[in-house]
């Protein structure tokens, strides 16, 4: 009832309709302009839609025309003066027609005889907005509402719909004896003219834009749940995205648009804006589906400049739907169902299996007798006494093979000519892997269980002919359950514990009123008690809110709007934790008794903690206010465009919990002016200036403003008429070029870096002395002022080709680098004795370059009026390199940063292992760390810059190994099948040019600390009955070998991988849609033991998820 209630309150009546034509007047002038030039005018500026046959009137003819608030009718009078055309007006409708011609050559008693009605739609199932439908051969027609909806009288049942849509193949319609007909249009790229969102919301024609801006249906974003930014890799061009987690609400992608450009502290994260307001990723993966009207990412300098220091590594914008003026409401809703179970499960070896390695380890070094005897493996093979002999899987313990979520969305579009309406409801549940063990001993679910509630309302109001006032609101309420330990260190603790070391708990023999949990020493954890003696709730809550006002100045300058906006962001977060403590039991000493039965003496590791439920809490939040100012220009004087825009902007920024920091209490304020003026001329030759003037509070005066300017140009080839002969093969083509600078001040958290931190609490602060043994305390520097530092600038460069084939094929071809210089560091050395510790001296000293190509390809075709197809590929290659670093390497060139990229690893260049003692002796000396025996990894000596071999082998012989980590190439591709009421499709996603480097996988250390063993290191590891200097792991050890898990290439491997990443299939019948969709279905790579999307480590990470979703959804009318 709550969320009925709440979507009913934003439902608003609206008023009978006006007379349009009436109220609408028009001032302008046209000299020798052809006709279609003034209706493209009219259009454009009104809500007018021009009907006729094309043979009925010399669109192209030229006439003159200057009118001052002037009514539709008194200009079609003079433009169609000296025509034999007249016009009729109903409503926003104006049809034209001979002087003498009847609207239909039907009787009076035939025209009102049938009535139809309908939707259209695009083969994507997205509704076409303003589709013509005309009855050929006659004046009859209507167009689509917001929602795709029609209705229309047709004289007779043979009857030929003629339906159109700019973009849209042009389709014939025969009417029959159906009442409700549902239209399917197909992409004509020859005339597209898609309006894609840009900067500051403001729109341009595709075909009219010269800077680099990708834009998708949020259809095409098919995700598992609510979690957007999974779906970007591949199928949007620019855009490299990885997912490393499939923990819920921590299972966004990380995404960067076309790379990384700079270094360190510094984001390489792109600006968020949804609905005109700076947001996070998380904001962005709670978006429902739903409510997304417009999805553009910015990519150049010419797309991004306007948001000067903000938009340095890109912009994504995402609008929000809008109400629509409808004779009722259109009601909408959607319920899903989930299933997802991991994409790789590690598996690890038994209890006898870990036992016999860690035997083998001791010998392979050798330290002493074994430290598991015969009696005890057997004990534990033949599956004896439990506690005594225990054998445990931990994982399966504690993880379950799937998980299951479910979604629910209700929306509701409506309103009329002075208010209309969006309002949406999402409830959403996501659980997680962990088995629900706690039941079995308290009253709660450790399980992580994820509640999500989502509210979206959005008004307009028109307050006259020329005002509109428009709210949106979004609320997000977040309502988390879950283990108080994060899920990394539980699959960490997996990871080490031993099975056989310790049972999972004693039986209660009446001596205690708590669990004796078992552990082998009191240093040590039991992972199942970790998991259960606790939980935590964590409620969140985002509250945005944005006010527009909408102001057309048309009765001060003609094509002048003004527009406004204020905007208030709050998150708020609190925790509540609830945990006990839990004692630790051990066995001491155990004996076997004549009848086969054993007597154990279980002791307690640890002095005795009380048990009894403690609780602790904290708060978190901030906010964010917004406010901007834009005037608007756009001017069509014959064939020549102009447009222009100006727009100021502040925001600030408040930690609703800074504690005691007295940093973290000043808000952070921003003020900035953006600009842009564009100019085309007959469609054919295009031309854009931007510029954006920010200040940054890291920077002392003189320093502390940025203007970052940038142009484009373009050239529309096949606009010309020498282009004709070629118009049948190449529908359309298009060349761009952009320059630009972009502007970066965020230092890594840092604040007012041009003044010093001094710490006055008499901390230790200067090293001295002959051998720098002695250290004073007293005042010192936590950070030296720099009143010189200044921006982070990065030139962008960019070339871009778009063409369409044969009407049905689009390609564009970006082309684009990035010279970054000024880059912040750190000082590489500050020496001791000058009072600094904690170093931090920043200065602009480090350059990186980020090139490469970014492409997408589209295809869609019409088979018959009853089969369609699409097919869609995207390509995206950036490398980076840096080219200036702050560094000292000595006579070590091998060191340097400078011409590898910014995620390259550094590490040994391995020469596979050691085959014997000999071998070891005529070697260079490893003094990497541990005693080096038979079955250790052997590295290679690198000379230095002169080429000298030092005999040694140690830091100084790391060079760049392997790819970069962040992936240099991300690809898409997949096809979307229609036929009748069924559709499938399903979409590929893959990367290459990467490497992932496995570590933190030593199973033993002392005897306890001994960590789980993975399977596949027993499977093919050194060993002295196995003497393969080519095994995958190298002989196992009981001391933590530095020499065997530092980075080398013996540990990278290749990252590429290539997903089946979706596939779906539905059918649609009435207003009812059935749909069945998997994610992650299949994973091809060389790398095998986990995900490889997850990345390096030691794959003990919460996996990513493989879902398959069932739902439906329905349309009420």
Known sequence: MFVLGFLLTSVWSYSSNSVYAQNQKFSFEFKQTSIKTIFQYIEKHSEFIFMYRTDLLDTSKKVSVKVEKQSIEQILEQVLKGTSVVYEINDRQIVLKKGLERLEEVPQQSRQKKLIQGLVKDDRGEVIIGATIKVKGTTIGTTTNMDGLYNLSVPSENSILIVSYIGYATQEIKVGNRQNIIITLQEDAKNLEEVVVTAYGTGQKKASMVGSVQSIRPADLKVPASNLSTSFAGRLAGVIAVQRSGEPGADGANFWIRGVSTLGSASTSPLIIIDGIESTTTDLNALDPEVIDGFSILKDATATAMYGMRGANGVMIVTTKSGAALDKPIINFRVEGSMSTPTNIPEFVDGVTFMELYNEAIRNQPAGKEAYTQERIDGTRQGLNPYIFPDVDWYGEMFKDRSFSET?????????????????????????????????????????????????????????????????????LVDKRGPNESTSSLFSSVMNTNPVDAPIMFPDDGTTSYIKWGVPTNTTVNPLATLVNGYDDTFQSTVTASLNFDQKLDFLVDGLTFKAMASLKNFSQSVQTRYSDWNKFTVNNWSLNDDGTYNMEVIQEGAEVGTELKTKSSNTGDRRIYLQAMLEYNRTFGKHDVGALLIYNQDEYMDNNPGTDLLVALPTRRQGIAARASYAYDGRYLAEVNLGYNGSENFAKGNRFGLFPSIAVGYNISEEKFFEPLRNIISRMKVRASYGLV????????????????????????????????????????????????????????????????????????????????????????????????????????????????????????????????????????????????????????????????????????????????????HPTQLIGGTVGPGDIKYVNQPNVYGVYDDIIDKNDMVPIGNPTTPEIVYGFGPSFHYKGFDFSFFFQGVAKTSLFMSGLQPFGTMMENKNVQKFIADDRWSPENQNIFAEYPRLTIERSANNSTTSTYWERNGAFLKLKNAEIGYTFKSMRLYLRGSNLLTFSKFKLWDPEQGGGNGLKYPTQRVFNIGFQMTIK
């Open 408 to 476: 629910f969305n209700f929306n509701i579009r409506g309103g009329g000519k002075k208010v209309d309406y969006f309002s949406s409801v999402s409830v959403g549940h996501e659980s997680g892997m962990l088995k629900s063990r706690s039941k079995d001993f308290f009253s709660f679910d450790n399980n992580i269980s994820r509640m999500r509630y989502s509210f979206q309302n959005n008004i307009n109001a028109r307050l006259g002919k020329t005002s509109k006032l428009s709210l949106r609101l979004n609320v997000m």
């Open 743 to 922: 502007g970066n001040g965020n230092i890594g958290g840092q604040r007012f870096t041009y003044l010093a931190d001094v710490d006055l609490t008499g901390s230790p602060a200067f090293t001295t002395g002959i051998n720098m043994d002695r250290t004073l305390k007293g005042p010192s520097y936590k950070r030296f002022a720099n009143y010189d530092l200044g921006w982070e600038v990065g030139k962008k460069y960019n070339i871009g080709l778009d063409m369409i084939f044969f009407n049905n094929l689009s390609l564009t071809v970006d082309v684009f680098r990035e010279d970054r210089t000024d880059i912040f560091q750190e000082k590489a050395t500050i020496p001791s004795y000058l009072g600094v510790y904690g170093t931090k001296y920043y200065v602009n000293s480090a350059a990186v370059r980020n090139q490469g190509i970014d492409a997408s390809i589209d295809f869609g075709h019409q088979f018959n009026k009853d089969f369609s197809m699409t097919f869609k590929g995207t390509f995206t290659y950036a490398h980076n390199e840096i080219r200036a670093y702050e560094e000292s390497v000595g006579d070590r060139a091998n060191l340097s940063r400078i011409g590898y990229s910014t995620s390259q690893q550094w590490g040994y260049v391995s020469d596979y292992l050691f085959a014997d003692q000999t071998e070891i002796n005529n």
